[in-house]
């Protein structure tokens, strides 16, 4: 009986497999020892019986299971019926994954991975049996081994293991491919990245991908390939690209990628061609500019030879700016630019740009403006760069004072004849400084202005910032009201609501005595009236608390110096009666020879006592006692001694305990060497608690 189907025999040469996109394919290969068969190509083993067991009686190998012997023996030496046919492969399914174990054959078919048995067809049929079975295999290395046996009849036989490659099933990624490097030729400006082959069997192919350093690399890749090299021309730009390569499977799975391969290129790029070119005609010839270049260490301007059409360098510079200076400005002038790197590589020439070199360019505005509204005069400050307005100015450039009545400059503004006008440069901040005064105004007229500056072709700039003022008015502030005076233990306190004008600068409080009449004695303006800033609506007017009564005024002046009359009958007016709490010693009617007064400053620090001595007796003191009154207890209390020195009439003691907002009052004697007190001196203090 024929085999339908002949295979390799021991003698036959060996059956290798190789992949192309994926699939298994079978060559052929030198004749070598029966027994070796590199994988995936399986060993193939026959035995004369269905056991699988004693020697085999031929062992060779075989690329693909698929063999149909009909009746006859599979292989010289063995019986047509009852023998037995094993194959086995050891091979690295890379990332593994999803597969499907196909087997049929007529009779017995098992199938095993790493062992363990994952189809089992085994009995003795007279028809095809067959099994698919779905199973994920893990990464690396597995056996797969298949036994069949024929019993009786016909023997046939098939199986294949294949990936599922179906993208809902396959969710395993490829491994990382191996082995990968990179190198560069700078006479050709190629990088060559090599690879290993990946294991996996449903690998699609390999994608590279590049990146500028600092940079990360994009979704898209740099290239697809089935092969395991690819060359790549990095743009020569001095900067180091990275490459990497990751794999991807036919259910559109993608690898990590290798380590990064890095390659430094040479620099034989120029930067890009600038853009914003600009050009126009100035007082100091044709002014150019236009946009930075990224890399570029400077810039070459060229201007269109009218008669050749060719372009003749202008000048290089390192700015992005550049005025040209031409003896006729209103001849029509074309020009380019390009940048070049620190390597010295040019880049391309910019859109060319061509003006008529008319001036129609207004200056920069002024800054700063100042305006200040005095009594008979408004006056004005600004400022202006030193270049170019002091070139400006000698060609003609004027600077123009604008006004506007209301709190807006106007569509047609004033423009104001200064009285007086002065110009300076300040050369360390190299700026101009101009002054002008305005007496052209209306009283009490809220004015806007601003100022401008024209140059010698007649360009007007745009309005410096404006000011907005209120010139002088004739008028005094409205009288005061909500006037009240609050007695207290160093004197007045006088308050008042705030005003209806908002130009007050400063307040005047007056006292004086209601006379029989009804009317008012003003006593004048009091020494001691004072705040300390906290409150602006509110003054201390310091004074002994002896009881008097008194009538208070307080008079609003405004910053042009308008204040109301103290005789104008809306003055407003307040009665205060002080407080008394004078001690019951005279006070100012000392008999000596210890002699003391009082007084204050308008200062909430501590103030000494003073009082004197004259008369031989002075000698003999040894010395002084000092005690304070107490208003609570209505006594003089202790509070420190002053030692006596031969010669010295004038004496003080700060008293450390001086309440702050009171009159302090008190009691000095002269302590002689036999014990005896002096009659007493009553000085006192005021330290006042100003509002």
């Given at each position: 009986?024929?085999?339908?189907?002949?295979?390799?025999?021991?003698?036959?040469?060996?059956?290798?497999?190789?992949?192309?996109?994926?699939?298994?394919?079978?060559?052929?290969?030198?004749?070598?020892?029966?027994?070796?068969?590199?994988?995936?190509?399986?060993?193939?083993?026959?035995?004369?019986?269905?056991?699988?067991?004693?020697?085999?009686?031929?062992?060779?190998?075989?690329?693909?299971?698929?063999?149909?012997?009909?009746?006859?023996?599979?292989?010289?030496?063995?019986?047509?019926?009852?023998?037995?046919?094993?194959?086995?492969?050891?091979?690295?399914?890379?990332?593994?994954?999803?597969?499907?174990?196909?087997?049929?054959?007529?009779?017995?078919?098992?199938?095993?991975?790493?062992?363990?048995?994952?189809?089992?067809?085994?009995?003795?049929?007279?028809?095809?049996?067959?099994?698919?079975?779905?199973?994920?295999?893990?990464?690396?290395?597995?056996?797969?081994?298949?036994?069949?046996?024929?019993?009786?009849?016909?023997?046939?036989?098939?199986?294949?293991?294949?990936?599922?490659?179906?993208?809902?099933?396959?969710?395993?990624?490829?491994?990382?491919?191996?082995?990968?490097?990179?190198?560069?030729?700078?006479?050709?400006?190629?990088?060559?990245?090599?690879?290993?082959?990946?294991?996996?069997?449903?690998?699609?192919?390999?994608?590279?991908?590049?990146?500028?350093?600092?940079?990360?690399?994009?979704?898209?890749?740099?290239?697809?390939?089935?092969?395991?090299?690819y060359s790549d021309t990095p743009p020569a730009t001095g900067q180091t690209y990275y490459y990497e390569v990751r794999a991807h499977d036919r259910a559109g799975n993608e690898s990590t990628g290798t380590a990064d391969l890095a390659v430094v290129?040479?620099?034989?790029?120029?930067?890009?061609?600038?853009?914003?070119?600009?050009?126009?005609?100035?007082?100091?010839?044709?002014?150019?500019?236009?946009?930075?270049?990224?890399?570029?260490?400077?810039?070459?301007?060229?201007?269109?030879?009218?008669?050749?059409?060719?372009?003749?360098?202008?000048?290089?510079?390192?700015?992005?700016?550049?005025?040209?200076?031409?003896?006729?400005?209103?001849?029509?002038?074309?020009?380019?630019?390009?940048?070049?790197?620190?390597?010295?590589?040019?880049?391309?020439?910019?859109?060319?740009?061509?003006?008529?070199?008319?001036?129609?360019?207004?200056?920069?505005?002024?800054?700063?403006?100042?305006?200040?509204?005095?009594?008979?005069?408004?006056?004005?400050?600004?400022?202006?760069?030193?270049?170019?307005?002091?070139?400006?100015?000698?060609?003609?450039?004027?600077?123009?004072?604008?006004?506007?009545?209301?709190?807006?400059?106007?569509?047609?503004?004033?423009?104001?004849?200064?009285?007086?006008?002065?110009?300076?440069?300040?050369?360390?901040?190299?700026?101009?400084?101009?002054?002008?005064?305005?007496?052209?105004?209306?009283?009490?007229?809220?004015?806007?202005?601003?100022?401008?500056?024209?140059?010698?072709?007649?360009?007007?700039?745009?309005?410096?910032?404006?000011?907005?003022?209120?010139?002088?008015?004739?008028?005094?502030?409205?009288?005061?009201?909500?006037?009240?005076?609050?007695?207290?233990?160093?004197?007045?306190?006088?308050?008042?609501?705030?005003?209806?004008?908002?130009?007050?600068?400063?307040?005047?409080?007056?006292r004086g005595v209601r006379q029989s009449d009804g009317s008012v004695k003003w006593l004048g303006e009091p020494a001691r009236c004072a705040d300390k800033g906290d409150d602006p609506l509110a003054m201390m007017c310091i004074d002994i608390p002896?009881?008097?009564?008194?009538?208070?005024?307080?008079?609003?002046?405004?910053?042009?110096?308008?204040?109301?009359?103290?005789?104008?009958?809306?003055?407003?007016?307040?009665?205060?009666?002080?407080?008394?709490?004078?001690?019951?010693?005279?006070?100012?009617?000392?008999?000596?020879?210890?002699?003391?007064?009082?007084?204050?400053?308008?200062?909430?620090?501590?103030?000494?006592?003073?009082?004197?001595?004259?008369?031989?007796?002075?000698?003999?003191?040894?010395?002084?006692?000092?005690?304070?009154?107490?208003?609570?207890?209505?006594?003089?209390?202790?509070?420190?001694?002053?030692?006596?020195?031969?010669?010295?009439?004038?004496?003080?003691?700060?008293?450390?305990?001086?309440?702050?907002?009171?009159?302090?009052?008190?009691?000095?004697?002269?302590?002689?060497?036999?014990?005896?007190?002096?009659?007493?001196?009553?000085?006192?203090?005021?330290?006042?608690?100003?509002?």
């Amino acid at each position: 009986m024929n085999p339908a189907r002949s295979t390799t025999t021991a003698a036959a040469a060996a059956v290798v497999l190789a992949t192309a996109g994926g699939l298994l394919t079978a060559t052929a290969a030198p004749a070598s020892a029966a027994t070796t068969c590199t994988s995936p190509v399986f060993t193939r083993q026959f035995f004369a019986n269905t056991t699988f067991s004693g020697t085999p009686k031929k062992t060779d190998c075989d690329s693909v299971i698929d063999q149909n012997w009909g009746t006859g023996a599979p292989a010289s030496g063995l019986p047509s019926n009852y023998f037995g046919v094993r194959w086995s492969v050891t091979r690295d399914f890379g990332s593994g994954g999803p597969f499907a174990l196909s087997a049929s054959g007529l009779d017995g078919i098992r199938v095993y991975l790493d062992g363990t048995r994952k189809i089992d067809l085994w009995k003795n049929t007279s028809t095809t049996v067959s099994k698919t079975v779905n199973l994920t295999i893990p990464s690396g290395k597995h056996t797969l081994r298949i036994d069949y046996a024929n019993w009786t009849g016909s023997a046939k036989v098939k199986f294949a293991y294949t990936p599922r490659t179906s993208a809902t099933v396959d969710k395993v990624k490829p491994l990382a491919p191996t082995g990968a490097s990179v190198s560069y030729d700078t006479a050709t400006g190629k990088a060559t990245i090599r690879w290993a082959k990946n294991k996996e069997m449903d690998l699609a192919g390999y994608r590279v991908y590049r990146r500028l350093k600092g940079q990360s690399f994009g979704s898209a890749p740099l290239a697809t390939t089935t092969s395991t090299s690819y060359s790549d021309t990095p743009p020569a730009t001095g900067q180091t690209y990275y490459y990497e390569v990751r794999a991807h499977d036919r259910a559109g799975n993608e690898s990590t990628g290798t380590a990064d391969l890095a390659v430094v290129t040479p620099d034989r790029t120029g930067p890009a061609a600038p853009t914003g070119l600009t050009a126009h005609g100035d007082l100091h010839g044709m002014v150019l500019g236009w946009n930075p270049v990224a890399d570029a260490a400077g810039y070459e301007l060229y201007e269109k030879d009218s008669a050749t059409g060719g372009y003749t360098l202008v000048e290089k510079v390192t700015g992005t700016s550049y005025v040209h200076g031409v003896g006729d400005r209103e001849t029509p002038r074309t020009y380019v630019v390009r940048a070049y790197d620190t390597a010295g590589n040019a880049g391309a020439y910019s859109a060319s740009v061509t003006s008529d070199g008319v001036d129609r360019t207004a200056p920069a505005a002024p800054q700063n403006l100042v305006v200040k509204a005095e009594s008979g005069v408004t006056r004005l400050w600004w400022s202006a760069p030193q270049n170019p307005t002091q070139d400006e100015l000698a060609n003609g450039a004027r600077f123009s004072v604008l006004r506007s009545e209301g709190t807006a400059l106007g569509a047609d503004p004033v423009r104001v004849t200064c009285a007086e006008e002065d110009r300076s440069i300040n050369t360390s901040l190299e700026t101009y400084s101009l002054y002008c005064t305005d007496e052209s105004f209306e009283l009490d007229t809220t004015y806007t202005y601003g100022v401008t500056l024209t140059d010698g072709a007649g360009n007007e700039s745009a309005v410096s910032n404006t000011v907005t003022v209120t010139t002088e008015d004739t008028h005094p502030p409205l009288p005061l009201t909500g006037l009240t005076a609050t007695p207290r233990a160093d004197g007045t306190v006088l308050r008042w609501d705030p005003p209806a004008d908002d130009d007050i600068a400063s307040y005047r409080a007056f006292r004086g005595v209601r006379q029989s009449d009804g009317s008012v004695k003003w006593l004048g303006e009091p020494a001691r009236c004072a705040d300390k800033g906290d409150d602006p609506l509110a003054m201390m007017c310091i004074d002994i608390p002896d009881g008097e009564t008194y009538v208070y005024t307080v008079i609003a002046t405004d910053v042009w110096g308008n204040t109301l009359s103290l005789l104008d009958p809306s003055v407003p007016t307040v009665t205060a009666t002080e407080l008394d709490i004078v001690p019951g010693e005279p006070i100012g009617k000392d008999t000596g020879p210890v002699t003391a007064g009082g007084g204050w400053t308008v200062s909430e620090q501590l103030n000494p006592a003073r009082w004197s001595c004259n008369g031989d007796v002075c000698d003999t003191i040894t010395e002084y006692r000092v005690s304070r009154w107490n208003t609570a207890t209505q006594a003089y209390e202790p509070v420190g001694t002053a030692a006596a020195v031969a010669g010295t009439k004038e004496y003080s003691f700060t008293d450390q305990t001086q309440p702050l907002g009171s009159v302090s009052y008190y009691r000095v004697v002269g302590v002689l060497a036999d014990g005896t007190e002096t009659a007493a001196a009553h000085p006192w203090v005021i330290r006042p608690d100003l509002v």
